[in-house]
């Protein structure tokens, strides 16, 4: 016994004093980080490719803004038969789940010029599970990426807070572009000057005018809600992203309206800029665009518009390369914003009484996201990190050159950003900077049809070899606020997928793979790569709202509701 003791005693002192033991690491073709919507179509379209698949999420939430409370899609583009493949079908999807249960939709599916689709958030997730499921998509969430492992220019496997995956191809889905950091991959943040690419439209941006008001105390202090005194030369860039803003799902009905917690803390100074601002306007409007959903819910987003919304400007910067812990406290400085900015809008007395009790009538719905309080679990990013990769695309290849030999998708958005900036004035007045009011081509109602390339979700052959990057992609800010739609999203990330699982499958660098065997498959899956003749490009019949913004400049169409419109409604 003592013999045996004492060579157990020789072996445990002969280790090291830190045993590493080998991690399992979970492998297949094909891995996706993050579920967004172009995370999920990634999935999806390898997955039918006939690649295994693991679509890993670092939160618990499938689906990113189209499951989490943007439902009333921005479809309407120039030439809406363009924008086909899995948007379309996921939203034929859709539809066909609400027929199934005798349930007519305001649209016509068999239109493809529709551009009013809408549905509701539990149907998305719904449906977007469904679709997961049938393609034999491994879904894992709560895998934070942690680190990347990589031999030269090749990614060997991902360490995250719930396992090692390990892939032969990767996709960077995320809005952050968090995967494509930790990879050594080259990004920017932020806005470029004019000069870094030749954009008019770059560099600061004060469409909406100034407000006639003070944007300081009596101390000589900037207001809350004021982000900076001095916004910079005009022609420079800087590294504000467009604001951020939840999609919230509302509901008038009794039997499903939850009442909108209070916030945690609530100081009506926090909004006295607001105050000044509704003093002195003289047609003042609901500051939150409201569109009209299935199951009597409206889809309340920032509005573009507006000098006051929902929006928290300023507030969403560092977003990106924040940690979990950081983002978790951006977040939850957005909510609160929101609930307080609520609590203002119904009970201040500084608001017209008639737009007071309009918006106390709506509340959160008993059957979205009850695991969140009824609340929305994603912060709409509507611009993160952006990779500079082997192609960055910009406005000339919006505006002026829209043609690619190596077309992955076809958009039309038209060139939209959202404020990034709320400047007190030093001689007097507050101006909002940042917004593009939407850049429509002339005489027509939406934006320009042009080609996003395939080198535009590649990284630099010599910076990583195997992750292709659809939502992330490589651009300038003024291109980001057309590409920065859910439907162009979806389609990258089904682009993004295909060549996934064709570059595992062929054993060759991303960046190896041939054009035209990546266009026949992107063909065969549905999507439309030719661009419209220009004899197609003509006003589409919309059932949308026009109505004038609260600047008095600015005429746009959305469907949002009018104080006389939503008082019958």
Same mark, same amino acid.
């Given at each position: 016994m003592k013999r045996a003791l004492l060579f157990v005693l020789t072996l445990l002192l002969a280790r090291p004093a830190t045993v590493t033991l080998a991690a399992d690491v979970t492998e297949a073709d094909v891995i996706v980080y993050g579920s967004t919507p172009g995370g999920f179509c990634a999935a999806i379209a390898a997955a039918r490719e006939g690649a295994s698949v693991i679509l890993l999420e670092p939160t618990g939430h499938v689906g990113g803004v189209n499951t989490g409370g943007l439902s009333f899609s921005d479809s309407n583009q120039t030439v809406r038969s363009t924008v086909m493949g899995l948007?379309? %079908?996921?939203?034929?999807?859709?539809? *066909? &789940?609400?027929?199934?249960?005798?349930?007519?939709l305001p649209y016509d =599916?068999? $239109?493809?010029?529709?551009? @009013?689709?809408?549905?509701?958030?539990? =149907?998305?997730?719904?449906? /977007?599970?469904?679709?997961?499921d049938e393609a034999n998509v491994q879904v894992l969430t709560h895998?934070?990426?942690?680190? $990347? =492992?990589?031999?030269?220019?090749?990614?060997?496997?991902? $360490?995250t807070t719930n396992g090692e995956f390990a892939a032969k191809t990767y996709v960077d889905a995320t809005y952050e572009g968090d995967l494509m950091a930790a990879a050594g991959v080259s990004w920017t943040?932020?806005?470029?000057?004019?000069?870094?690419?030749?954009?008019?439209? *770059?560099?600061?941006?004060?469409?909406?005018?100034?407000?006639?008001?003070?944007?300081? &105390?009596?101390?000589?202090? #900037?207001?809350?809600?004021?982000?900076t005194t001095d916004a910079g030369p005009d022609d420079a860039g800087d590294r504000n992203v467009m604001t951020y803003s939840f999609r919230l799902c509302l509901t008038k009905d009794p039997a499903n309206r939850v009442p909108f917690p209070e916030p945690e803390h609530y100081d009506p100074a926090r909004f006295e800029v607001v105050r000044r601002y509704l003093e002195k306007e003289k047609r003042p409007v609901l500051l939150w665009d409201l569109y009209r959903l299935p199951g009597g819910k409206w889809d309340a987003n920032n509005g573009i518009g507006k000098?006051?919304?929902?929006?928290?400007?300023?507030?969403?910067?560092?977003?990106?390369?924040?940690?979990?812990?950081?983002?978790?406290?951006?977040?939850?400085?957005?909510?609160?914003? /929101?609930?307080?900015?609520?609590?203002?809008?119904? /009970?201040?007395?500084?608001? #017209?009484?008639?737009?007071?009790?309009?918006?106390?009538?709506?509340?959160?719905?008993?059957?979205?996201?009850?695991?969140?309080?009824?609340?929305?679990?994603?912060?709409?990013?509507? %611009?993160?990190?952006?990779?500079?990769?082997?192609?960055? @695309?910009?406005?000339? &290849?919006?505006? &002026?050159?829209?043609?690619?030999?190596?077309?992955?998708?076809?958009?039309?958005?038209?060139?939209?950003?959202?404020?990034c900036q709320r400047v007190a004035l030093p001689g007097g007045g507050v101006i909002n900077e940042?917004?593009?009011?939407?850049?429509?081509?002339?005489?027509?109602?939406?934006?320009?049809?042009?080609?996003i390339p395939y080198r535009a979700i590649l990284p630099r052959p010599n910076e990583c070899s195997n992750l292709l990057v659809p939502v992330a992609l490589s651009c300038t800010h003024v291109a980001i606020s057309s590409i920065r739609v859910e439907p162009t999203w979806m389609i990258l990330g089904q682009s993004a997928g295909i060549a996934a699982a064709m570059a595992a499958d062929r054993a060759v660098a991303v960046q190896k793979l041939a054009y035209p065997q990546l266009r026949e498959r992107l063909l065969a899956q549905g999507q439309v790569l030719e661009l419209p003749d220009p004899s197609e490009l003509k006003p589409i019949q919309s059932t949308k709202v026009s109505y004038f913004s609260p600047n008095r400049e600015h005429w746009f169409l959305a469907r949002a509701i009018s104080p006389s419109q939503l008082s019958r409604m």
């Open positions: 948007f379309d %079908e996921w939203h034929r999807r859709i539809a *066909a &789940d609400y027929e199934s249960r005798g349930i007519k =599916v068999s $239109v493809k010029d529709a551009s @009013v689709w809408t549905y509701e958030p539990h =149907v998305a997730a719904r449906v /977007t599970r469904q679709m997961l895998r934070w990426l942690q680190s $990347v =492992v990589k031999d030269g220019t090749r990614i060997e496997r991902l $360490v943040i932020g806005r470029e000057g004019r000069d870094a690419y030749g954009e008019s439209l *770059a560099g600061k941006r004060y469409p909406k005018g100034k407000m006639n008001i003070s944007g300081f &105390d009596e101390n000589g202090q #900037p207001l809350p809600l004021i982000t000098q006051f919304s929902l929006g928290l400007i300023g507030a969403c910067n560092g977003w990106s390369e924040a940690d979990a812990q950081g983002r978790k406290e951006i977040f939850e400085a957005h909510k609160q914003y /929101t609930l307080e900015m609520y609590r203002f809008l119904t /009970t201040d007395p500084a608001v #017209p009484e008639h737009l007071r009790k309009q918006l106390a009538e709506f509340g959160l719905c008993r059957d979205e996201f009850p695991e969140y309080d009824h609340w929305s679990p994603q912060l709409y990013v509507r %611009e993160g990190r952006r990779m500079q990769g082997m192609y960055v @695309v910009s406005q000339k &290849d919006i505006m &002026d050159e829209p043609e690619k030999d190596d077309p992955v998708v076809i958009s039309s958005f038209p060139i939209d950003s959202h404020d940042g917004t593009i009011f939407p850049v429509r081509m002339p005489g027509r109602r939406n934006g320009y049809p042009y080609h």
